[in-house]
């Protein structure tokens, strides 16, 4: 079945650690996401890639990186420089664009930095 | 003032009841999504659409774009449908595929 697989589902780490979530599809999809999502308030667009070797910031970069080496594949980092990295993140994906096809969802990484 | 709101935050219905949720927002926009998200987080697309009304199953969607305003019913709810719903509108204009999502409502279905 195609879809997107995040890991882990559970993540927890150090205060100072860097961190990378894993998502990865196989539904062909050219666009990626990364989104954050708090509690009361809707989710929040982080990083998005519309093409292999290409990734533009979203709303709120700041303390994180990703990579978009492979099609399949966008790992989001979240740096020691992200100054309240708990939250629960979400990987989508669609065709080129979400105009004329719908997101895709995994089913989140729920980081937790003590 | 948030750019997407959705009315009610927190909806507890009775099994069989019909229900609405109701998306405003202030933007211009090219489509509008309603997202479903279930307790262990995983969320999965309803709906898109930028004009009239759409029907899977028990569940229908309807946009009035002039009123910039949307709706989502289910009709013969099921416990089943206990969930987050969330409204996203997708901005005008432009290359990129900006999303603005809403805070959710909760629906609890009791049986």
């Known amino acids: 079945d195609g879809g997107i697989t995040q890991s882990p589902k559970y993540l927890f780490r150090k205060e100072g650690q860097n961190v990378t979530l894993s998502c990865e599809q196989n539904l062909n999809h050219d666009a990626m996401y990364w989104y954050r999502q708090d509690p009361g308030q809707g989710l929040r667009l982080i990083y998005y890639s519309q093409i292999v070797n290409d990734f533009q910031k979203g709303d709120i970069a700041e303390g994180y990186s990703v990579s978009r080496e492979k099609k399949e594949s966008f790992p989001l980092t979240v740096t020691s420089a992200q100054k309240n990295p708990t939250a629960f993140y979400l990987c989508?994906?669609?065709?080129?664009?979400?105009?004329?096809?719908?997101?895709?969802f995994g089913n989140g990484t729920r980081l937790t930095v003590t | 003032k948030n750019e997407v709101e959705q009315s009610p935050q927190n909806l507890t219905a009775q099994e069989g009841e019909f229900i609405t949720i109701n998306c405003s927002y202030s933007v211009g926009i090219s489509a509008l999504h309603w997202l479903q998200q279930h307790p262990g987080g995983g969320i999965v697309s309803l709906f898109m659409?930028?004009?009239g009304k759409k029907k899977h199953g028990r569940l229908i969607a309807t946009i009035n774009i002039q009123e910039k305003h949307s709706s989502l019913h289910i009709t013969a709810s099921h416990p089943r449908d206990s969930a987050v719903y969330i409204c996203?509108?997708?901005?005008?204009?432009?290359?990129?595929?900006?999303?603005?999502f809403g805070t959710g409502t909760l629906l609890a279905v009791q049986p």
């Open positions: 659409l930028s004009s």
């Open positions: 989508a994906s669609s065709m080129a664009g979400t105009r004329n096809s719908p997101l895709h």
């Open positions: 996203a509108v997708e901005l005008g204009g432009g290359a990129t595929n900006k999303l603005i």
